[in-house]
């Protein structure tokens, strides 16, 4: 249960609003109050575990160094597919802080999802002050595309940072990863693209100011997008958009959410009903978020799911998966229960930061395969892992009364 400081907190923040916020979730035991939920109380999901790319030391920690959280490799945004009969996973990984010059996208692949082969970059070591984020992988004409965000100094965001999205193709014949083109200048994407029913794709950019548009087009050139704004930078009161995530509904509209970065611990949701070129203003909603990257996808057994960092009151050390029947409306809730790996040798004296309940597991990412989801997720920004769940027992949580 949230604390009364914390509830406290969050209703001031609220206050700015205005407004009753918009009912996407309604569970079993707390209705449609996220004040009422009891985070230990809800469903555990169990899965298979495995280690994409292990913890690594940072490049100017030397033997005998005190190993400290910033003396290891960052590696964050982690993004999955399944290609040419196998796993694909890419993420970035810099040299100890997170977005920082020199930061590059690397990549590894397995046939089971289990069991992972060495990680290679994509991109290549960039030159100082210059650094690139992963930004998905994306299967475009039958072609397995890396995107990155390719930018300036420390972070994309702020001012003369060059931001770029570009794309990266496999070469399949050589076994190397190429540069293939710009897609879009001043853009940081969130997700890969989308095929909308006209062929044309769509995206979501936020440009070096946080400002959110959609980007539509990609069909004959990987260059040739029109940009739509969705909501800029303190447009809404108290909202501070960030890494937007859309869908498709049966109906033909195109639903959103939004993470808030001004505090209201909550999403943001907004609606299209012209596939993507104009969108309702950005509303509060009463789906609770630790300040953290979502991601949803649909099953092949008709529900959708959302992966989330759900407990504000532990931030980014517990993982939740959310269902919707209905493409809108989320009526369950679980933990997924992801194990924590044993310590790799010389990372001992740091591994509790490791712990379950301690670590930080976040930018989560799933695909469904085989009968199963399969969730790519960050520990403590340091090292990339992969948590299988089965379909089955999501089957068995929508059943539970």
């Known amino acids: 249960m949230r604390s009364i400081l914390g509830c406290l907190l969050l209703l001031n923040s609220l206050s700015l609003f205005g407004e009753e916020p918009l009912?996407?979730?309604n569970l079993p035991n707390s209705g449609t109050d996220p004040?009422?939920?009891?985070?230990?109380?809800?469903?555990?999901?169990?899965?298979?575990?495995?280690?994409?790319?292990?913890?690594?030391?940072?490049?100017?920690f030397q033997p005998g160094d005190k190993l400290e959280m910033n003396r290891m490799r960052l590696q964050l945004h982690n993004y999955l597919a399944w290609y040419d009969g196998r796993f694909w996973c890419i993420w970035s990984d810099g040299p100890r802080i997170e977005d920082w010059p020199t930061q590059e996208i690397k990549y590894a692949t397995s046939k089971d999802g289990m069991a992972w082969s060495e990680a290679k970059s994509i991109t290549g070591t960039p030159?100082?002050?210059?650094?690139?984020?992963?930004?998905?992988?994306?299967?475009?004409?039958?072609?397995?595309?890396?995107?990155?965000?390719?930018?300036?100094?420390?972070?994309?965001?702020g001012v003369d940072k060059e931001l770029e999205l570009r794309a990266f193709v496999w070469d399949k014949a050589n076994q190397q990863w190429s540069l293939k083109g710009k897609v879009y200048d001043n853009a940081i994407n969130n997700f890969p693209p989308q095929k909308l029913p006209n062929g044309n794709w769509i995206l979501t950019r936020r440009d070096s100011r946080f400002n959110v548009t959609m980007l539509i087009g990609g069909k004959e050139q990987l260059d040739?997008?029109?940009?739509?704004?969705?909501?800029?930078m303190n447009e809404v009161k108290g909202f501070r958009p960030d890494e937007p995530i859309f869908w498709q509904?049966?109906?033909?509209?195109?639903?959103?959410?939004?993470?808030?970065?001004?505090?209201?611990?909550?999403?943001?949701?907004?609606?299209?009903?012209?596939f993507g070129?104009?969108?309702?203003?950005?509303?509060?909603?009463?789906?609770?978020?630790?300040?953290?990257?979502?991601?949803?996808?649909?099953?092949?057994?008709?529900?959708?799911?959302?992966?989330?960092?759900a407990n504000p009151e532990l931030g980014r050390r517990q993982l939740h998966l959310s269902i919707s029947e209905d493409g809108v409306h989320f009526n369950r809730m679980a933990?997924?229960?992801?194990?924590?790996?044993?310590?790799?040798?010389?990372?001992?004296?740091?591994?509790?930061?490791?712990?379950?309940?301690?670590?930080?597991l976040q930018y989560p990412h799933v695909i469904e395969h085989d009968g199963h989801l399969w969730?790519?997720?960050?520990?403590?920004k340091l090292q990339t892992e992969i948590f299988r769940v089965s379909l089955d027992k999501l089957d068995r949580l929508r059943g539970e009364k």
């Open 249 to 274: 509904l049966p109906n033909e509209k195109l639903n959103a959410l939004l993470r808030d970065n001004g505090g209201s611990q909550r999403l943001f949701h907004a609606t299209s009903t012209d």
């Open 127 to 157: 030159d100082e002050p210059y650094a690139y984020i992963a930004r998905g992988l994306w299967i475009r004409d039958g072609e397995l595309l890396a995107l990155g965000a390719h930018y300036k100094g420390k972070g994309a965001f």
């Open 23 to 25: 009912a996407i979730l």
């Open 224 to 232: 040739d997008w029109q940009a739509y704004p969705v909501v800029r």
């Open 35 to 60: 004040a009422a939920i009891n985070y230990d109380q809800l469903p555990r999901l169990s899965g298979e575990h495995a280690i994409i790319n292990q913890v690594a030391y940072s490049p100017d």
């Open 277 to 309: 070129k104009t969108w309702t203003t950005p509303r509060l909603t009463n789906f609770p978020n630790s300040t953290s990257k979502i991601f949803s996808i649909p099953t092949s057994r008709g529900y959708r799911v959302m992966i989330s960092n």
């Open 335 to 360: 933990q997924l229960d992801v194990p924590a790996p044993e310590a790799p040798p010389g990372f001992e004296s740091i591994w509790k930061k490791f712990n379950k309940g301690i670590a930080s």
């Open 375 to 380: 969730i790519a997720l960050s520990r403590c």
